[in-house]
């Protein structure tokens, strides 16, 4: 899935879990490739994408460390259905992130797809 090109390059939008897990596997080793997990502390320990990032975004630093994150890297940015998922990646636009997608429908879809979680 591709975003239409813009003038800046930079590239947003909502892909399917199937389709991301296929991205993180052929990109397994490579570090420009970043799973966010955007949900609370608590649903991140019942289960999260494999090497996901915890970053809750109902943190009141959550826009202090997106400062703080390469936005020159490839995030795949998910929360429990679609909501904090599609606003994580609305405010990394905002903050010149060069790309980053929503997980269509969270880890909620990612487990009804019966894709890999770990705890």
Known sequence: MSAPEKSSKNEFGEIEPKEVFNILEKNRDNPDFVVLDVRTPEEYDEGH?????????????FEDELERMDKNKKYFVY???????????ELMEEHGYAEA???????????LKRLPVEK
């Open 79 to 89: 929360g429990k259905a679609e909501h904090k998922g599609s606003k994580a990646v």
């Open 101 to 111: 997608h929503n997980v269509a429908g969270g880890i909620d879809k990612w487990r």
């Open 49 to 61: 994408i494999e090497n996901a990032h915890l970053l809750n975004i109902r943190s009141k630093d």
